[in-house]
């Protein structure tokens, strides 16, 4: 069975900085660019099917903060809204 932890707050990002920001990254020539946190946003029509997939993908836990639900697995972000 997949846990509902309530969490104060979901890293303090919307979901357009999270998939436009990321992690800095230098490469050998001294070039800087970010790499993406998430390649993907996937959202789901109510938390009932986000619980269903999570169970599915093994997921033990799945964050809520107010009407929002998200966990991320392998750099895929699967989302619900209340």
Known sequence: ????IECAD???QSKNDFLRKGI???DS??????LPRAKM???FESPAALMRVAELLGVKAINKRGKDYVFAL???IYYAKD
């Open 10 to 12: 979901m890293m303090g």
């Open 29 to 34: 020539d001294g070039n800087q660019y970010s």
């Open 41 to 43: 946003w996937v959202e």
């Open 74 to 76: 392998k750099g895929m």
């Open 24 to 26: 800095p990254i230098t």
């Open 1 to 4: 069975m997949v846990e509902i």
